[in-house]
C-alpha cells in the first residue's frame, strides 16, 4: 500500500471543460515525488484537491485518495476527509501564508495547541525549537518577530516550521523557493530533504524547474494540459523519456540552460477535446491521438500516457495528421 494513493482524478469547472483529466500519482514514505510541468497544466489545483482547498468554482468530477489507505478525497464530496497529521502544505508565497498581524513563533505555537493539544508554555517552548530546527539562528528573537521583520527565505522556514508542527505524513511543497534567491533555494531543497530522511513523511514537491527535480526527487510526474504525461524513477525520466511531451520538454532545455526552467510549449490546450492534450502540438501524433490514450506501464515504476508504442508497428501510413 502507498502512503498516498490518487486514482483518476478528474477535475473541472463547474458546469465546463475539464481542467484535470483521470490523473493517477502514488507517493511512498520517504520518497520525494517530483510533479512538473509548465504554468496552468494543473499542477496547484491537483495539490488543492487533495487538501480539500479547491476553489468553489472548481469541482472534483471522479477520482478517489487516500493515505495509509484512509480515504481523504471522493467524487462528489466538497470537503475532504481530512485526519490532522494526514497531509499538509507548503505554498509559493511563505509570506501570504502567515498572519501578518501575529508573531511568527506564536504561529507556530498555536498549531502546536490547536493540533497537538499541547499546553501554551509546551507549544511556546517547542516553537522555539522547531524554528531551531529549520536553520534559524537567534530563534528565540526570530519567534518574537512578525513576518514582514523577516526575510521571504525566513518566512519560507517559518512556514516550514509550521508544517513539521502538524508532523504530516505527506507533505506538499507547491513551488516552495519560488522568488527566493539561489543560495537559500538550496538550503530550502537540503532542509526538505532532511524532513524526509527523519521522518519518513512522503513529499510532493511542484515545480516548474527540471533542475530542481534532478536535484530533490526520486520520482517525477510531468502534466501537461491536465493530463497525466509521464511518470517514472528520476533517472529514467531524464534518460529514457518515453512520451514525446516530455521529450519535448527535456529538448527545449538543451543545449545548457542553467536555470532548468520548463518552458511555455503553447498556451492554447483546448480543455473541451476529448483526445490527448499534446496532439496538437506532438509531432508523432496519428488518429488514434484522438481518444485519450491510458497509461502504459513500460515497468512498475515508469507509466506514460500515449498510444505510440502501444502498437509493435507504426507504419507512416497510419500517422495521418487528423487531429
Ligand atoms: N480559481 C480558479 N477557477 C477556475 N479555474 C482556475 C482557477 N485557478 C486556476 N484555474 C485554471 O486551472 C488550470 C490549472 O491551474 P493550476 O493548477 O494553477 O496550474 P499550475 O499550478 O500548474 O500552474 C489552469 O487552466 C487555470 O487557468
Ligand atoms: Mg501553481
Known sequence: MSLLDVRGLSLGIAGREELLRDVNLTLEAGEVMGIVGESGSGKTMTALALLGLLPPSMEIRSGTATVEGRTVLEAGARRVHRASGDMTMIFQNPRGALNPTMRVGAQVGRVLRVVRGKTRAE??????????????????????AYPHQLSGGMCQRVVIAMALAYRPRVLIADEPTTGLDVTVQAQIFELLRELVDETGCGVL?????????????????????????????????????????????????KPEDQQGEVQAADAGVDFSLPGCRFAHRCPHVFDRCAAFPPLVETNDKHLYSCFLGQEKSLDAAQCSRSV
Not at 228 to 244: G, I, N, R, S, Y
Open 123 to 144: 507549544a511556546a517552548a517547542e516553537a522555539v525549537a522547531l524554528l531551531r530546527r529549520v536553520g534559524i539562528s537567534g530563534a528565540e528573537r526570530v519567534a518574537k
Open 205 to 253: 514537491f511542484i515545480t516548474h524547474d527540471l533542475a530542481a527535480v534532478a536535484d530533490m526527487c526520486d520520482r517525477v510526474s510531468v502534466l501537461y494540459g491536465g493530463q497525466l504525461m509521464e511518470t517514472a524513477t528520476t533517472v529514467e525520466m531524464f534518460e529514457q523519456p518515453k512520451h514525446p511531451y516530455t521529450q519535448f520538454l527535456l529538448e527545449s532545455l
